[in-house]
């Protein structure tokens, strides 16, 4: 048995209609996806308060005393 689109209901228009919507679909799929990877890449770039106060203090931005002080305040959060 073969099937001719042209006499489907839905005719030409109506694969032409599927087809944009997969495009629509996949590609939105895709745009999501590279955005979850980007927000999850972004988060594992963050350190934790402790190892940025020591960054600080190797760059020389903060003096000992500033670290210490820092330090003691967030060790008891």
């Known amino acids: 048995m073969m099937w001719y689109y042209g006499d489907a209901p839905a005719g030409w228009g109506g694969i032409v209609m599927m ?3 997969m495009i629509v679909f996949w590609s939105t799929l895709g745009v999501v996806g590279v955005l979850m990877l980007r927000r999850i890449a972004e988060a ?6 402790l190892s940025i106060l020591e960054e600080r203090l190797a760059r020389g931005e903060i003096d000992l005393e500033e670290f210490d002080r820092v330090r003691k305040t967030l060790s008891t959060r």
């Open 19 to 21: 087809t944009l919507g």
């Open 44 to 49: 594992g770039r963050r350190g934790s308060a």
